[in-house]
T-cell receptor, first 118, second 113 residues
Framework: DQQVKQNSPSLSVQEGRISILNCDYTNSMFDYFLWYKKYPAEGPTFLISISSIKDKNEDGRFTVFLNKSAKHLSLHIVPSQPGDSAVYFCAASTALLHGSGNTGKLIFGQGTTLQVKP | KAGVTQTPRYLIKTRGQQVTLSCSPISGHRSVSWYQQTPGQGLQFLFEYFSETQRNKGNFPGRFSGRQFSNSRSEMNVSTLELGDSALYLC????????????FGAGTRLSVL
């Protein structure tokens, strides 16, 4: 039962253009979402997060959008740079609903490999 | 500030053996979570420890166990290894409060032959 899905295994964009990575979830109890980036031979690195009370959060070149009715979130990277080439994971938790008790349990999507071409 | 440290980075074991992996969290973090990453299943949650107590558990068999010490360092143990246990094992530390961020180590690559 895949509660968090990233349906696109890979994405290729040109440097300077926008990268849009998508994520869908099925569990309506999820209320906190995170995006991580992973390079080979390294652990995932936190990028940006959003709680269910918001529909948008920005941090520099990264913006995450949340559509609760569609159970969909997306990560926008503008402008894309070659150094952004990595695997991107979205993750979800029920952190807010259950307070601190569930913050240590993240449910991850399968990941999307982004390639930014110079 | 030092990041999350996992040791060893690589391990090769044979079926039936047991293995212990270690994780040192970021200073001040009380929560340590463990994940298994495989090509077919992605990143799957194993368990979380907070203040030396297991607070959450994923859907893994009892062969997978863990513990946390008073200094928040954590160990994960896998007994009676199977070929399917070959994976990258990642640990993540956090403050353990609502809306907190988990910070990951580089992982331990376990190969079971």
């Amino acid at each position: 039962d895949q509660q968090v899905k990233q349906n696109s295994p890979s994405l290729s964009v040109q440097e300077g253009r926008i990268s849009i990575l998508n994520c869908d979830y099925t569990n309506s109890m999820f209320d906190y979402f995170l995006w991580y980036k992973k390079y080979p031979a390294e652990g995932p690195t936190f990028l940006i997060s959003i709680s269910s009370i918001k529909d948008k959060n920005e941090d520099g070149r990264f913006t995450v959008f949340l559509n609760k009715s569609a159970k969909h979130l997306s990560l926008h990277i503008v402008p894309s740079q070659p150094g952004d080439s990595a695997v991107y994971f979205c993750a979800a938790s029920t952190a807010l609903l259950h307070g601190s008790g569930n913050t240590g349990k993240l449910i991850f999507g399968q990941g999307t490999t982004l390639q930014v071409k110079p | 500030k030092a990041g999350v440290t996992q040791t060893p980075r690589y391990l090769i074991k044979t079926r039936g053996q047991q293995v212990t992996l270690s994780c040192s969290p970021i200073s001040g973090h009380r929560s340590v979570s463990w994940y298994q990453q495989t090509p077919g299943q992605g990143l799957q949650f194993l368990f979380e420890y907070f203040s030396e107590t297991q607070r959450n558990k994923g859907n893994f068999p009892g062969r997978f166990s863990g513990r946390q010490f008073s200094n928040s360092r954590s160990e994960m143990n896998v007994s009676t290894l199977e070929l399917g246990d070959s994976a990258l094992y990642l640990c993540a530390s956090s403050k353990g409060v609502a809306k907190n961020i988990q910070y990951f180590g580089a992982g331990t690559r376990l190969s079971v032959l």
